[in-house]
């Protein structure tokens, strides 16, 4: 990551730096083992000091990961969260506790987030109590009132003796709101703020959360799978995806010049009010996010992304949805022919940097993939770097497919190779690199 001048250091809020979530799944507590979600897989940004910073991506790209990590809520694996001269990543809870009342978050549901036996007045008041800001009923009601008629909710006698039931849902998140600020933070985490309202009232929460940061001298860390509503509250923003961030930078240069093809596609979706622009070309990625479990080789954005191309990190699950997909289009003549020269798929032995055909003819199948291969959905078959026969199989390898790092492009972060190979140093790849093939 580019070095900021020294001098502008005092700004930042929150430097995250090369974190690290993951989490264990599967496996019993006798048999031990499972495999590991990287939830959050080397992500490094920092947040300044009255600042709105957007993270922005599709469901299970990380973000709320993030954001709970950053709380606290869930645990760091590695990597640091400098918040003054304190790591929030190695803070046990003890000494993590008091800094709550600077460190708050607004949740997505406020249905799961209130606790429905307490009152407003009790909810947004029992934080004032836990940090000991207040010490007695009165003043603690009186700091609570005061919060809601802030957050919309006038007047607040109406609603301080009501109960969470009783509410309509921007009531709700509004008193959500209301308890997030009450202890006057330096950084609040929102959560996908307005996801669960309606689109009626949406602009409204967000306005409010808009007066409340100017008015308070609030920063948030805004997460949201919206670019539309990032548009309009973000100063600076980070496109996640698969627990990385492939773009980040100043929200306005993102939305007019995306530089990363998901960012391009995430702009894509959203739609317009625009009748001109009903038939604009739209590049929507492909299929569906893939498991954070076993996460795609080399770029984790390229069996979906519309600009692959031969570097990004080919892999044998690669080809097999790639021939799966041509067979959906094809004749029933070219379908039975090319299943009798390929196989079964369900038979192939699939790898990383190989695939293995059993009992397939090599000479017929090298021929077909030159025949077919710039014909295939993906350009999978320029990233192949042999195929052989081994013990009457035929074994396709496919070429060293490094993991983008981040490189300055416009005036952001960002990691793709279309703006040059650049290697993740501690990134995965397919295969090994070519002076490691020599070796």
Known sequence: ?????????????????????????????????????????????????????????????????????????????????????????????????????????????????????????????????????????????????????????????????????????????????????????????????????????????????????DELGLTYLYITHDLSSGKFVCDRMAIMYLGQMVEWGEADGIYEDPQHPYTRALLDAIPLPDPSRKGRDRQLPRGEIPDAVAPPAGCRFHPRCPASFEPCGWEGRDLVDAIEERWTTVDEDTFERELALVGDLGNAVVGRDQIRFPAADAPALRSWLEDVGERLPVPVAGGIDTVEEDAGDVVVRFRWGPEPGQQDVAGRRVACHLHGIVVRPDGDHVGSPPDDRAR
Request: charged share 25%.
């Open 1 to 213: 990551m580019t070095a900021r001048p020294a001098d502008d250091r005092g700004d930042i809020v929150l430097d995250v730096r090369d974190l690290h979530t993951h989490f264990t799944v599967g496996g019993g507590v006798l048999s031990g083992g499972g495999d590991v979600v990287r939830a959050v897989d080397g992500v490094t940004f920092d947040v300044r000091r009255g600042e709105i910073f957007g993270l922005v991506g599709e469901s299970g790209s990380g973000k709320t990961t993030l954001g709970r990590t950053i709380l606290g809520l869930a645990p760091a694996t590695s990597g640091s969260i400098l918040y003054g001269d304190q790591d929030l990543a190695t803070l046990p809870e003890k000494q993590f506790r008091p800094l709550r009342r600077k460190l708050s978050m607004i949740f997505q549901d406020p249905n799961a987030s209130l606790n429905p036996a307490m009152t407003v007045g009790q909810g947004v008041g029992h934080p004032l109590r836990i940090h000991g800001i207040t010490s007695d009923r009165a003043s603690t009601r009186a700091k609570a009132a005061e919060m809601l008629e802030r957050c919309g909710l006038v007047p607040a006698g109406r609603f301080l003796d009501q109960y969470p039931e009783d509410l309509s849902g921007g009531q709700k998140q509004r008193v959500v709101i209301a308890r997030a600020l009450v202890t006057e933070p330096d950084l609040v985490v929102a959560d996908e703020p307005v996801a669960a309202l309606d689109m009626s009232i949406r602009a409204k929460v967000l306005e409010l959360m808009m007066d409340l940061k």
